[in-house]
């Protein structure tokens, strides 16, 4: 199993639909982190958590969610979906020892027509 | 914030070639990481740079931090075509140690071929 996995890989959804995206960790780290890639503009962080009861705004945070379920678990949800947050998201986790770096997910793609 | 620049942003070189991709910070660098990713799939991290002067290798890729010119340079040889992809580079450390936030370049795309 992977360390990071992310549910749905690929989804099509539509404008003004409500939307959630999963990531769930097998690393027992408590650091997680939700961020979007967009061509030309590289990775941008949405949310972080640095544990179950502490959740951040990242650079872009508007027009998304999150939800630490666990220390696990970490959704990111987009409550009204629209054209411009089409991109491929990523979860990332880190915990001690920054020698081994952050651990990404496969990611998820979202389009939204 | 820091702000990590990449060059170049994309670059094509034959197989067999050497090449370097930079990585330069606006703000002093106390650590740098660099990660490689496939198109459309995930990051995999290739090293992590802890102070300046350090340099690291995985496999063919060679990694240097230069603290002074607040740079790192990943440099390849001999490339192949397994080494096509984005290559990214990570900082999440001020003067104060590391904030646990990955800031990103915007990446360098390298292709390769045959």
């Known amino acids: 199993d992977a360390d990071v996995t992310q549910t749905p890989r690929n989804r099509i959804t539509k404008t003004g639909k409500r939307i959630m995206l999963e990531c769930s960790q097998t690393k027992g780290h408590d650091r997680m982190y939700w961020y979007r890639q967009d061509p030309g503009l590289g990775l941008r962080l949405i949310y972080y958590s640095f544990d179950v009861k502490d959740i951040n705004k990242g650079e872009i945070s508007d027009g998304y969610s999150v939800s630490r379920q666990a220390q696990a678990k970490f959704s990111l949800s987009l409550e009204s979906a629209i054209p411009n947050q089409t991109a491929l998201y990523f979860c990332?986790?880190?915990?001690?020892?920054?020698?081994?770096?952050?651990?990404f997910g496969s990611g998820t793609r979202l389009t939204v027509v | 914030s820091q702000e990590l620049e990449q060059s170049p942003q994309s670059l094509i070189v034959q197989e067999g070639k050497n090449l370097t991709i930079n990585c330069t910070s606006s703000k002093t660098l106390y650590g740098l990481y660099w990660y490689k990713q496939k198109y459309g799939e995930g990051l995999i991290f290739l090293m992590m740079?802890?102070?300046?002067?350090e340099e690291k290798s995985h496999e063919k890729i060679t990694a240097k931090l230069d603290e002074k010119k607040q740079q790192s340079s990943l440099h390849i040889t001999a490339s192949q075509p397994s080494h096509a992809g984005i290559y990214l580079c990570g900082a999440d450390k001020d003067s104060g140690g590391s904030n646990y936030k990955l800031t990103f370049g915007k990446g360098t795309l390298l292709t390769v071929n045959p």
């Open positions: 740079l802890q102070k300046g002067g």
């Open positions: 990332a986790t880190s915990g001690p020892g920054q020698e081994n770096g952050y651990t």
